[in-house]
């Protein structure tokens, strides 16, 4: 009942978002704000369906992207069908045929991949990947080669009567696609495929000793999360109008796996959390700092070893606690941790920062600013201040995240009881 | 007509011939155990009979039917269940998911992904049935992977018999339980599998004689003695080979 209102709260905010920075002197939307919300959208898409093969089947894929992008392209050439009026396809519907085109391709390569175990169909899925971004440059009328293929989305054929000429309605179309995704997506989870999905996650073998072939299992599993990375794809299409090799290439795939494993592969909403984070860091954090794909690796490899479970895991393990009344309890030592992470932090953005004006920022002629101030690259104290602060912030962190264990187990140790 | 049948049965693992031509028949409704020192082959029989492995030679029959040249998930179809000697069952699931999974099959959900499961009221009835008879309903929400040894010995159970098979194979379900469990587990065991025809591998030989029909001696790949168990008891070879240490 609670997490009901939580969604409705979660679409309410996401359709008013907009309209909270509205530019009312020149009657203007935020350009930046519509972009970005627009990509979190696609990406929600994108780390839920990869997280059907992680997360729900463990199956660990590294091509991805391939069905995203195969979605991508079958929008940009059936958009420019329906522009030139071969075809008469409304908007609304796009989505939905770049996701079958997606399952189709994910029935192709999923019948090939699925029929192997663990490493073997990870590597069976990375020589796919390989195989699609090298016919992507191969194969020019389909692709584009490597300008990709541009189309236009003002096609005047809508169910609605909308143009799409704006930011604006194309976010909403895709609020509408995320939001029907995300719920079907869900709802798979509770069908005797989804559960037997788990199933072959936890243990391939037995599954065949209730009737199940994991195979098939793991196959259909795979060729539906190719439909919803489809629908994804249909929508970067609508909203970029271009679409190149980018869209279904490795790095795309990558990105899909840590949106998911950050925000948490054992949530079913882990992925949205990881796909906003990511997206934020990406929008946000791109724009104040070269260096922002560091920070998303180095959170990574932070999450893996320090939080298998993701955000959404970390939250959940809250739960019993929060049920007691007891979170309270826990405020003063989250406090404690706050401080030296902070050193910690700013001492490894800082040292990051002065090692990217070195070089890069050096060769594009900028000013480091950091905190509100120029920074000399080249004086000693910026790096002393940098390199003490992350030493000292790691040394404190540890000391009181051994504090903060020990609080954490008796508080859990007292919950259970 | 016998529901299961080795005839001659042979199996190499490479230039090892681990079962030498095992030839056994089993009632409908039998109750029958297979005994014998470590290394006779009795998880291997099983294995072989489930499908786990194939066959190097013979023949095995369901009910008249070949099943030695099919996939485990088919010879389960056609009402054959195994439990595993180490425990085998969804970690990461409820005890009530497990079970669950484990009836989905057999009530001929296939691979459906667009039956919601909270609406199959007849398929939720059973699984809480199910709980109830192996005495885990308290536990109904827990990860399974969280449950103390004997729970998930009789999960085990419970998943095996959950698709109705006719045929039921118990690889040494006690193993590891104080005596108290064990008769717990053999209570269970004779309730959930009345009316079947079980064949189980079992060292504790209290339990054996006391459940069995029929006893067969398997040692090192072959069948020395097969019989009622005062026939078994009573064999010379069977008491040189096995039994004798423990009279």
Same mark, same amino acid.
């Given at each position: 009942m609670k997490s009901r209102w939580l969604i409705l709260a979660l679409i309410a905010v996401a359709i008013a978002l907009p309209w909270c920075f509205y530019d009312w002197g020149h009657h203007r939307h935020a350009g930046f704000l519509l972009s970005m919300l627009s990509q979190m959208g696609m990406m929600v898409i994108l780390a839920l369906s990869y997280n059907m093969l992680l997360g729900q089947a463990g199956l660990f894929s590294l091509c991805h992207a391939t069905f995203f992008g195969i979605g991508g392209y079958a929008t940009v050439h059936l958009l420019n069908a329906v522009g030139a009026g071969d075809v008469p396809v409304p908007m609304e519907l796009m989505p939905l045929l770049a996701g079958l085109s997606g399952l189709a391709l994910a029935i192709l390569f999923g019948a090939m991949a699925t029929k192997q175990r663990a490493t073997a169909f990870a590597m069976i899925t990375l020589g796919?990947?390989?195989?699609?971004?090298?016919? @992507?440059?191969?194969? $020019?009328?389909?692709?584009?080669?490597? =300008?990709?293929? +541009?189309?236009?989305?003002?096609?005047?054929?809508?169910?609605?009567?909308?143009?799409?000429?704006?930011?604006?309605?194309?976010?909403?179309?895709?609020?509408?696609?995320?939001?029907?995704?995300?719920?079907?997506?869900?709802?798979?989870?509770? +069908?005797?495929?989804?559960?037997?999905?788990?199933?072959?996650?936890?243990?391939?073998?037995? @599954?065949?000793?209730?009737?199940?072939?994991?195979?098939?299992?793991?196959?259909?599993?795979?060729?539906?999360?190719?439909?919803?990375?489809?629908?994804?794809?249909?929508?970067?299409?609508?909203?970029?109008?271009?679409?190149?090799?980018?869209?279904?290439?490795? /790095?795309?795939?990558?990105?899909?796996?840590?949106?998911?494993?950050?925000?948490?592969?054992?949530?079913?909403?882990?992925?949205?959390?990881? @796909?906003?984070?990511? +997206?934020?860091?990406?929008? =946000?954090?791109?724009?104040?700092?070269?260096?922002?794909?560091?920070?998303?690796?180095?959170?990574?490899?932070?999450?893996?070893?320090?939080? /298998?479970?993701?955000?959404?895991?970390?939250?959940?393990? $809250?739960?019993?606690?929060? $049920?007691?009344?007891?979170?309270?309890?826990?405020?003063? /030592?989250?406090?404690?941790?706050?401080? /030296?992470?902070?050193?910690?932090?700013?001492?490894f953005v800082g040292l990051v920062e002065l090692m990217s004006f070195l070089t890069i920022g050096a060769a594009q002629g900028k000013k480091l600013v950091l905190f509100g101030g120029p920074v000399d690259v080249h004086a000693a104290l910026p790096w002393v201040v940098s390199g003490g602060s992350l030493i000292l912030g790691a040394l404190w962190l540890r000391w009181e995240a051994a504090g903060f264990h020990r609080i954490w187990e008796n508080l859990t140790a007292e919950v259970r009881r | 007509m016998t529901a299961l049948s080795l005839r001659n049965v042979r199996k190499n693992f490479g230039a090892t011939e681990i079962i030498r031509g095992v030839t056994l028949d089993i009632a409908p409704g039998e109750r029958h155990c297979i005994i014998g020192p470590n290394g006779a082959g009795k998880t291997t029989c099983f294995n072989l009979i489930s499908g786990r492995f194939p066959i190097t030679s013979g023949e095995i029959l369901? #009910?008249? %039917?070949?099943?030695?040249?099919?996939?485990?998930?088919?010879?389960?179809?056609?009402?054959?269940?195994?439990?595993?000697?180490?425990?085998?069952?969804?970690?990461?699931?409820?005890?009530? &998911? #497990?079970?669950?999974?484990?009836?989905?099959?057999?009530?001929?959900?296939?691979?459906?992904?667009?039956?919601?499961?909270?609406?199959?009221?007849?398929?939720?009835?059973?699984? %809480?049935? *199910?709980? %109830?008879?192996?005495?885990?309903?308290?536990?109904?929400?827990?990860?399974?992977?969280? *449950?103390?040894?004997? %729970?998930?010995?009789? *999960?085990?159970?419970?998943?095996?018999?959950?698709?109705?098979?006719?045929?039921?194979?118990?690889?040494?379900?006690?193993?590891?339980?104080? #005596?108290? &469990?064990?008769?717990?587990?053999?209570?269970?065991?004779?309730?959930?599998?009345?009316?079947?025809?079980?064949l189980m591998v079992e060292h504790d030989m209290k339990v054996v004689f006391d459940l069995a029909d029929t006893i067969t001696v398997l040692v090192y790949g072959q069948v020395i003695a097969s019989g009622p168990p005062v026939e078994v008891r009573a064999n010379r070879a069977v008491q040189e080979a096995y039994l004798g240490a423990l009279e």
């Amino acid at each position: 009942m609670k997490s009901r209102w939580l969604i409705l709260a979660l679409i309410a905010v996401a359709i008013a978002l907009p309209w909270c920075f509205y530019d009312w002197g020149h009657h203007r939307h935020a350009g930046f704000l519509l972009s970005m919300l627009s990509q979190m959208g696609m990406m929600v898409i994108l780390a839920l369906s990869y997280n059907m093969l992680l997360g729900q089947a463990g199956l660990f894929s590294l091509c991805h992207a391939t069905f995203f992008g195969i979605g991508g392209y079958a929008t940009v050439h059936l958009l420019n069908a329906v522009g030139a009026g071969d075809v008469p396809v409304p908007m609304e519907l796009m989505p939905l045929l770049a996701g079958l085109s997606g399952l189709a391709l994910a029935i192709l390569f999923g019948a090939m991949a699925t029929k192997q175990r663990a490493t073997a169909f990870a590597m069976i899925t990375l020589g796919i990947s390989e195989l699609m971004a090298t016919a @992507a440059l191969m194969f $020019h009328h389909f692709f584009g080669g490597e =300008g990709g293929v +541009t189309t236009n989305r003002m096609i005047e054929n809508s169910l609605f009567g909308l143009t799409y000429a704006s930011g604006l309605q194309v976010y909403y179309l895709i609020l509408a696609w995320t939001v029907l995704a995300t719920g079907l997506m869900y709802y798979l989870t509770l +069908t005797p495929l989804g559960r037997m999905a788990n199933a072959t996650r936890d243990n391939f073998e037995r @599954a065949q000793f209730i009737g199940y072939d994991p195979r098939m299992v793991r196959f259909l599993q795979f060729a539906l999360s190719g439909f919803f990375a489809g629908i994804g794809g249909g929508l970067y299409a609508i909203t970029y109008e271009i679409v190149t090799f980018d869209a279904l290439a490795a /790095p795309l795939s990558a990105n899909a796996l840590l949106m998911a494993y950050i925000g948490g592969t054992t949530v079913f909403g882990g992925p949205i959390l990881g @796909a906003i984070l990511i +997206t934020l860091l990406q929008s =946000g954090v791109s724009l104040l700092s070269n260096s922002w794909l560091v920070y998303v690796g180095v959170m990574f490899i932070a999450m893996v070893i320090f939080a /298998p479970t993701g955000l959404a895991g970390i939250i959940k393990a $809250h739960g019993p606690i929060r $049920h007691s009344g007891r979170l309270g309890s826990l405020v003063v /030592p989250y406090l404690r941790l706050v401080i /030296p992470s902070l050193g910690l932090l700013l001492g490894f953005v800082g040292l990051v920062e002065l090692m990217s004006f070195l070089t890069i920022g050096a060769a594009q002629g900028k000013k480091l600013v950091l905190f509100g101030g120029p920074v000399d690259v080249h004086a000693a104290l910026p790096w002393v201040v940098s390199g003490g602060s992350l030493i000292l912030g790691a040394l404190w962190l540890r000391w009181e995240a051994a504090g903060f264990h020990r609080i954490w187990e008796n508080l859990t140790a007292e919950v259970r009881r | 007509m016998t529901a299961l049948s080795l005839r001659n049965v042979r199996k190499n693992f490479g230039a090892t011939e681990i079962i030498r031509g095992v030839t056994l028949d089993i009632a409908p409704g039998e109750r029958h155990c297979i005994i014998g020192p470590n290394g006779a082959g009795k998880t291997t029989c099983f294995n072989l009979i489930s499908g786990r492995f194939p066959i190097t030679s013979g023949e095995i029959l369901l #009910n008249g %039917e070949r099943i030695d040249t099919l996939p485990p998930h088919k010879i389960n179809r056609m009402g054959l269940s195994r439990s595993f000697q180490i425990t085998s069952i969804f970690q990461r699931m409820s005890v009530f &998911e #497990n079970l669950r999974c484990a009836l989905l099959w057999s009530r001929g959900y296939r691979y459906s992904f667009w039956s919601p499961l909270w609406r199959q009221k007849a398929l939720n009835e059973a699984a %809480e049935v *199910l709980l %109830e008879d192996l005495n885990l309903s308290a536990r109904r929400d827990i990860l399974a992977g969280l *449950l103390s040894y004997a %729970e998930q010995r009789a *999960l085990e159970i419970g998943m095996t018999i959950a698709g109705g098979a006719s045929v039921v194979l118990l690889d040494e379900p006690t193993a590891g339980m104080s #005596n108290t &469990e064990t008769d717990y587990a053999m209570a269970l065991i004779r309730r959930v599998t009345a009316g079947k025809t079980l064949l189980m591998v079992e060292h504790d030989m209290k339990v054996v004689f006391d459940l069995a029909d029929t006893i067969t001696v398997l040692v090192y790949g072959q069948v020395i003695a097969s019989g009622p168990p005062v026939e078994v008891r009573a064999n010379r070879a069977v008491q040189e080979a096995y039994l004798g240490a423990l009279e």
